[in-house]
């Protein structure tokens, strides 16, 4: 009974701060006027680039402490990751042929999947100035995060019986379905316009060729760094085959 108490107790204030961070303003524009810049609050939170991206139950309980928070109500399913209708749409069939194929049809049909499904990785390469400290520190505060939400999960006895119960597990099943989905369609339809030579985003993002290194014919060839190569497996001269010569005249 105590443990019941507590859960509700729980739930009841994650709905409250959930609610209250709806509430919120949004950040002004920018370029916007500087009389809007002045009334706008400055305490107001930076809104997510990704914002409408489909987020499955593992990344939304590691978004920020208020998705943390959130755990134990994704468990009960009071709260859903809501699926766009595009996503929803690939799901019937990724492979499906669009009914024009120009390279502006094809724009249109891709943009809405990087709004669900966030930019391509084509679009956004990882850093290469990025060491191992930095992906250190985000693996850090995702684990941090997820501690915290596995804290409020054990608050649910039997919590994978009221996973199935109440529709949670398969509502996360769907989710990932879908966003498996959208990648399918979204590669398909850049690969008709990569055969069209289309533009992005309508075509991968390629990269640039390297330019070939430039020579100098006066100079000699540059030094192998491996040192001369010898065969695996040298032949001695008296097993070596002969080759057969012809008549000489």
């Known amino acids: 009974m105590r443990g019941t108490l507590l859960l509700a107790a729980f739930c009841g204030a994650t709905l409250a701060g959930a609610a209250s961070a709806r509430q919120q303003p949004s950040p002004p524009l920018l370029g916007a006027p500087a009389s809007t810049l002045a009334n706008a609050p400055q305490d107001s939170p930076v809104q997510p680039i990704d914002q409408g991206r489909i987020k499955s139950t593992s990344e939304a309980n590691r978004e920020g402490i208020t998705g943390a928070m959130q755990a134990p109500l994704r468990d009960v399913n009071i709260v859903r990751t809501k699926i766009p209708r595009v996503l929803l749409e690939a799901m019937d069939d990724p492979y499906q042929r669009p009914a024009r194929a120009s390279c502006d049809a094809l724009i249109a049909l891709v943009q809405p999947l990087d709004v669900a499904l966030g930019e391509d990785i084509d679009r956004n390469p990882p850093g290469e100035n990025e060491d191992l400290m930095d992906r250190g520190r985000k ?9 915290v939400a ?10 994978g019986w009221v996973r199935k119960l109440t ?18 369609r979204r590669a398909y339809l850049k690969g008709l316009g990569e055969a069209r030579g289309c533009n992005p985003p309508a075509t991968p ?11 100098d014919p006066g100079m000699p060839p540059p030094r192998d760094p491996y040192g001369p190569r010898k065969p695996r497996f040298p032949i001695n001269k008296q097993e070596a085959p002969t080759v057969p010569q012809g008549p000489r005249y």
């Open 150 to 159: 596995s804290a409020a999960q054990d608050m649910i006895p039997m919590r």
């Open 139 to 147: 693996a850090a505060g995702g684990a941090a995060l997820g501690a």
């Open 205 to 215: 993002q390629h990269k640039p060729p390297a330019e070939p290194p430039v020579v």
């Open 167 to 184: 529709g949670a597990e398969r509502h996360d099943r769907l989710v990932q379905s879908a966003i498996a989905s959208g990648a399918v």
